[in-house]
């Protein structure tokens, strides 16, 4: 099964910036689309940012202009930069993954909408 492992998450100022990271492991023969999805309290999980395997983005609204997502296929890994942090921005943040194609020997195993475990993302004011 594919893990997709969330780090750079912490507790930054308004203003501020950090960088989260996703790295997906188990096997991977190719990864489709990926995408950030954060909840916030009492909020329903939203998409943030997602980019195609040719490195194509598109960003929500609110962040557009101070979110930058970036991937390095040959690592299976994606990147968010966050800059120009505000206290709406506090939210656990997930990786997320629409399908992703397992090589096992000759066989290709496809597993879809895979989910990291979070990352806690505090901006205080």
């Known amino acids: 099964q594919v893990q997709l492992v969330e780090s750079g998450g912490g507790l930054v100022q308004a203003g501020g910036s950090l960088r989260l990271s996703c790295a997906a492991s188990g096997s991977i023969f190719s990864i489709n689309t990926m995408g950030w999805y954060r909840q916030g309290p009492g909020k329903q999980r939203e998409l943030v940012a997602a980019?195609?395997?040719?490195?194509?983005?598109n960003y929500a609204d609110s962040v557009k202009g101070r979110f930058t997502f970036s991937r390095d296929n040959a690592k299976n890994t994606v990147y968010l930069q966050m800059n120009s942090l505000k206290p709406e921005d506090t939210a656990v943040y997930y990786c997320?993954?629409?399908?992703?194609?397992?090589?096992?020997?000759?066989?290709?195993?496809?597993?879809?909408?895979?989910w990291g475990q979070g990352t806690q993302v505090t901006v205080s004011s």
């Open positions: 980019i195609t395997s040719s490195g194509s983005t």
């Open positions: 997320n993954t629409d399908w992703v194609v397992r090589s096992i020997g000759p066989t290709r195993i496809y597993e879809y909408d895979g």
